[in-house]
């Protein structure tokens, strides 16, 4: 569905917040722009309404304009989900405080103030179940069209929708003997990554290049041809899932990015390590990859009996016994014996003064048993 045609809007304040977009948005992409946009025209539209007095800057008010500004999206029918509105605040109090900067109005700055921005929602993670993963795979693999490898290609190698449908036609790299990787350009968060692959996957990219010189769209270099624009390629994509779904008769609430979080969920259950699989989706923060992770009962219950079968930090062990020896050598071995004990009793201990007390005897301990080992005779 084509979005309706919005006439400019018409403020005195407008040149003066686009001025100050521009200036945010120097080292931001597109998206970034789009995004400051939409919320002073949102604001603006608001102010113009309900305050077309309102005239210049100095004539802004915390009560009731921004006041009022964030009761009426907070009343907006159907209510604008959280994510929504913290994004609305982020993006209009940046802007004041370059406004506040650049017109000498520090007042400005303090138009909309931190504890005004509630806390993000705790977001889950949304792996497909097992089920729908299975049925959407078969399904994908009998339609064998250019949407079902797509989606098959985004399903085994993570990638965010927006990053196939920037894949350069040459994305498959080889790596070595029967070794090949896919070449994800510049993302979201501003990196590229290179993305193992098996021979499945090499020839899903071989049939989208198939149907690349197939469409009648001029050559541009991409992997996915685009009717119109990125977004365009981006919605029938989405769409195609969504007639996928409902064919399926599963839920079609299902988006393309659950595909990610599947695919993250699989590579952890596999044993990859945590560094490796946020290198895989592209990550800067750990706390992002545990967005796209469950972690179940059942992968807690193996993980729990895979550090009980195969323990690496518990105290040291004993050595096998040996013969009792005499003389020196058994005053060593039983400086050894004592020497463990007490460090197997200092670990049971809380941290305080009696567990550094006995690490200084376990040190002591050392140094006796070095010199001790000095004394032997020929």
Same mark, same amino acid.
């Given at each position: 569905m084509k979005r309706s045609w919005r006439p400019p809007l018409s403020h005195p304040l407008i040149d003066l917040f686009d001025r100050a977009v521009d200036s945010l948005c120097t080292a931001l992409g597109s998206a970034s722009q789009v995004q400051y946009r939409g919320t002073v025209r949102n604001f603006l539209s608001y102010l113009g309404t309900n305050y077309p007095e309102v005239?210049?800057?100095?004539?802004?008010?915390?009560?009731?304009?921004?006041?009022?500004?964030?009761?009426?999206?907070?009343?907006?029918?159907?209510?604008?989900?959280?994510? @929504?509105?913290?994004?609305?605040?982020?993006?209009?109090?940046?802007?004041?405080?370059?406004?506040?900067? @650049?017109?000498?109005?520090?007042? =400005?700055a303090r138009l909309i103030r931190r504890e005004d921005i509630p806390r993000r929602p705790h977001r889950l993670a949304r792996p497909l179940t097992a089920e729908q993963d299975q049925l959407l795979q078969k399904e994908f693999v009998k339609r064998n069209d250019l949407g079902s490898n797509v989606f098959l290609l985004l399903r085994h190698t993570g990638m965010r929708i927006g990053e196939c449908a920037d894949l350069p036609l040459d994305c498959l790299r080889s790596t070595g003997f029967r070794q090949w990787a896919i070449h994800v350009p510049l993302g979201k968060l501003k990196t590229e990554r290179m993305v193992p692959v098996d021979s499945s996957i090499v020839a899903i990219i071989q049939r989208l290049r198939f149907f690349r010189f197939l469409d009648p769209c001029p050559p541009d270099g991409r992997l996915l041809a685009r009717p119109s624009t990125k977004y365009?390629? =981006?919605?029938?994509?989405?769409?195609?899932? *969504?007639? =996928?779904?409902?064919?399926?008769?599963i839920s079609t609430r299902i988006v393309?990015?659950?595909?990610?979080?599947?695919?993250?969920?699989?590579?952890?259950?596999?044993?990859?390590?945590?560094? =490796?699989?946020?290198?895989?989706?592209? *990550?800067?923060?750990?706390?992002?990859?545990?967005?796209?992770i469950e972690v179940a009962l059942k992968d807690l219950q193996r993980e729990f009996q895979l550090a009980h079968s195969k323990p690496r930090h518990l105290v040291p062990q004993p050595r096998p016994s040996d013969p009792i020896r005499t003389g020196l050598d058994g005053v060593i071995d039983s400086l050894h014996a004592t020497q463990r004990a007490m460090e197997m009793f200092r670990r049971g201990l809380p941290i305080g003064a009696e567990r550094k007390c006995l690490n200084r005897l376990t040190n002591r301990l050392t140094k006796i048993i070095t010199e001790a080992g000095k004394l032997r005779t020929p």
């Open positions: 005239k210049s800057l100095d004539q802004l008010r915390r009560e009731p304009h921004l006041l009022g500004w964030m009761s009426h999206l907070r009343a907006q029918t159907p209510p604008l989900a959280t994510s @929504t509105y913290i994004g609305k605040l982020i993006a209009l109090r940046p802007l004041f405080i370059e406004l506040a900067w @650049t017109k000498q109005l520090p007042q =400005v365009a390629l =981006v919605r029938a994509l989405r769409d195609y899932l *969504h007639e =996928v779904c409902y064919s399926l008769e393309p990015h659950q595909f990610r979080h599947t695919y993250a969920t699989e590579m952890l259950r596999s044993g990859v390590s945590f560094p =490796v699989l946020m290198k895989l989706l592209g *990550h800067t923060s750990p706390n992002m990859t545990m967005l796209y």
